[in-house]
């Protein structure tokens, strides 16, 4: 009995302080939630701030910005989900009908490579390539004779902007799972189609699509838990005070308000707002995807 | 195959080549553009005559970047950071992983611990609170605030522990039976089984410490306390007008070959570290979901 509890007193030795920091750098600030109600003064503290309620939560709501925000954000992070889903399937397929392993491996590498790079550099590169003077897409535009546009200064053009550039730093990521769900398929499958007299597009359709289907609901439902994520490196980065109607998202907001204003407890509340409608799309996503597939976090 | 190839399934394949050539094409030109770029004189980039091919050669751009201050001591605080950030991520992942991946009958506590983790994944006090409480603990302006809120990585601990419950049973029995402690199980036993995943977390942690460019921002009131990337963001993203009227006083150098030069410099410790990406990333992703 002795050595048994000398066991366990080793785990929690060593969960003591990777749990220690957890509840200090995560459930205090949890804790400091209460903000949100409060009409929060720095030099006051938790204690001293008078408490007001639901305020906080009143001013947002009747703030057209923030009504703004949130509509942005849904709109931004509807067609990430979108595009996120399609984009890298179809390509995926496409490129699991070539049969040359070096034009394969070399789009997979380039593709991927995106990915790793920062939010902050790709914005550097951003606003290069569309930049109305001598970036390339306006360059290639006036060849056919169309006009430069401001494509990063246009609030009709900057979601697309968004929604456009994010695929093309995240398709790979998600074209390396499917390949990889693909070399997963029994290639007995295919043959016992062939003789069935399946040509390739029967296939295609009746067993590769069926075979990554899992992976494809998985990461799907998974994506749900990102309805309130448009963005904010990307956005942030590639934002300016003219695309503020059609860019501001609800985290750009949140540091607007909270860090650049001191409005602690608004921004704070905004928070809130959005951590819960996360928490309730995440637990979703997650009891969806265990339904669908089995899959399981932990 | 195991088909005849058909007229139309030869236009396909045709066709199909030449749609991944071209996306991965423009995938790749505005890095290759920007390589150019920073290799290229003023004039050229201004007149547009820049593709993927430098053009009028020249160094001054690296040159001028290396030599500016405020860039290589970002450049050291970023290679601190990732350091710094790479150990303590690892240690807590490993201490936190080990006991987490032990069944409920070998440790009962375990549940317990496992959602206080997984909780945090959940839910978040948001950008405020953990600010101020950077704030309480001292840490604002200091290298620790880009390492310790971030201390646990709750994500990789997930994977870890997966890792670990897919070793076999039986290697663990039998170090309890020659009677090896907990400790030593993990540091002799484990940890050499789990070379590979371990390497993955390494090189995804030191990835997204490399990166992060919004903590820098948030947590450092002075610019000469900013990473790299922090730097970077006010600089490539918008352009700082003093940077400029110095750098025109020097030639052949432009804000645009000066930032892609940035950019270039910024990207290359993720180009090295990418054919190990490559190489673990799926395999982590498949290792780490074995089903606990």
Known sequence: MKRKKGKYLSFHLMLLIPTALLVVYCYVPMAGIIIAFQNYKPALGF?????????NFRVLFTNPGFMQALKNTVVIAFWKIITGLIVPVTFSLLLNEIRRSSIKRTAQTIIYMPYFISWVLMAGIIVD???PENGIVNRLLGLFGVEPVFFLGDNNWFKPVLVVTNVWKE???????????????????YEAAAIDGAGRWKQTLHVTLPGIAPTIVLLTTLSLGNVLNAGFDQVYNLMSPITLESGDIIDTLIYRLGIKNAQFGIATAAGLFKSMISAFFIVTSYKLAYKFTGYRVF | MYYKESMSRRVFLVFNYCFVVLVSAVCIYPILNTLAVSFSSREAVAAGRVNIWPVEFQLDAYKFVIEEPKFYTSFGIAVIRVILGLGVNMLMTVLAAYPLSKPRSRFPKRDVYMWIYVFTMLFSGGMIPVYLIVKATHLLDTIWALVMPGAVPVYNIILLQNYFKSLPDEIYDSARVDGAGEWRILYRIFLPLSKPVLATLVVFVTVAHWNSWFDGMLYMNRPEHYPLQTYLQTIVVKLDLNTINDISQVKNISSQNSK???IIIAMLPILCVYPFLQKYFTKGIIMGSVKG
């Open chain 1, 47 to 55: 204690t001293g701030s008078k408490f007001t309620g639901l305020e």
């Open chain 1, 171 to 189: 398709f790979g990521w998600g074209t390396i799972i499917y390949m990889a769900a693909l070399t997963g398929i029994d290639l007995n499958l």
């Open chain 1, 129 to 131: 390539i569309l930049s």
């Open chain 2, 260 to 262: 892609a030069a940035q």
